[in-house]
């Protein structure tokens, strides 16, 4: 049976699209402006030629991106901290978010209202960089590791699956068989939070890839170290810079800057573009788990 709607109902959905395809288009365009202008010649870029389609076919800017080794080295380096950084990032927040889960921990909600004051107010960018500079952890992996190492917002939703998503009963009776806590958690609470896992895990690696204020701040004079967003910083720069000291050559670093600068963005972009489409349902787990209070 068909229901009728009335033409109030026809103009309201229709103005939910219309809003619907006003916000995907302004996500969208962006992205897709991006991946064009790499493949444009650099001047029709310039000359704002290349807002419909690709001008003047070109992988030019790819070619000069694979041949600069500080790329590929930033592309591995961005790697090697998307997979060492959130391995810490898990094994520093689920132990904790089990023990906060626990209404036996003294100090429960001391503890837990210190960290939760962190989401609002910091020591800030200079406290931060003196304590690394104490540590004597300038110019070294550990730095940027350490800097993200536990994430409140993570932590909150972890100790909220904790709390309403593993039954009690479960932990007391492998408790009254014998096993420790331990053998608990790893056991029965970790293979029955495979779903919160993975949410904490796409959550800590996403914000591993885009992160690059760490290596700006604490490893400021190797760039051995940096990661590709740091690489893709410099070569900006560096263009802009030589365009100033040699006005003469000034349109041909800019016509440089703009062949490598789009394809590199695209070239950093791709891994999560590519997988967003398939992890997406994950997210939106994870956004109804926080939302629990615990």
């Known amino acids: 049976m068909k229901i009728k709607t009335s033409l109030g109902d026809r103009l309201f959905m229709g103005v939910v699209y219309l809003i619907v395809f006003a916000c995907a288009f302004l996500c969208l365009y962006p992205l897709y402006l991006v991946l064009i202008n790499s493949f444009s010649d650099p001047n029709a870029v310039a000359n704002g030629e290349t807002f419909i389609w690709i001008k003047d076919f070109t992988i030019e800017g790819y070619k000069l991106a694979f041949e600069d080794d500080s790329i590929l080295r930033g592309y591995a380096n961005s790697l090697y901290y998307l997979v060492a950084g959130t391995l810490l990032n898990l094994l ?7 023990a906060f889960s626990k209404k036996r921990l003294m100090g429960r909600s001391f503890f837990m209202t210190a960290m939760v004051i962190t ?3 910091s020591g800030g960018t200079v406290p931060t960089y003196l304590v690394i500079k104490d540590l004597g952890l300038l110019d070294t992996t550990a730095a940027v590791l350490l800097s993200g190492g536990i994430t409140t917002t993570n ?3 972890a100790r909220t699956f904790f709390q309403t998503g593993v039954p009690q009963e479960l932990e007391e009776a492998a408790q009254i068989d014998g096993a ?3 053998q608990v958690f790893l056991k029965i609470i970790l293979p029955l939070s495979k779903a919160m896992i993975g949410v ?5 690696a996403v914000a ?3 992160a690059y204020t760490s290596s700006l ?3 400021p004079m190797n760039s051995d170290m940096w990661p590709l967003q740091m690489v893709l910083r410099r070569i900006l720069l560096l263009t802009k810079q030589l ?3 040699d006005p003469e050559m000034a349109e041909y670093y800019a016509q440089l800057a703009n062949q490598m600068k789009y394809a590199v963005v695209v070239i950093a972009s791709a891994p999560l573009l590519i997988i967003y489409p398939f992890i997406q349902k994950y997210f939106d787990k994870g956004v109804m788990m926080g939302s629990v209070k615990g």
Do not use: C
């Not at 520093?92 to 089990?98: D, G, V």
């Open 92 to 98: 520093l927040t689920i132990p904790a978010a089990y």
């Open 180 to 182: 420790s806590t331990i």
């Open 200 to 204: 904490i895990t796409l959550y800590y």
């Open 119 to 121: 989401m609002y107010f």
């Open 243 to 245: 365009a100033g000291m």
């Open 208 to 210: 591993r890839w885009n």
């Open 217 to 219: 701040y604490y490893q």
């Open 155 to 157: 932590l909150i939703i």
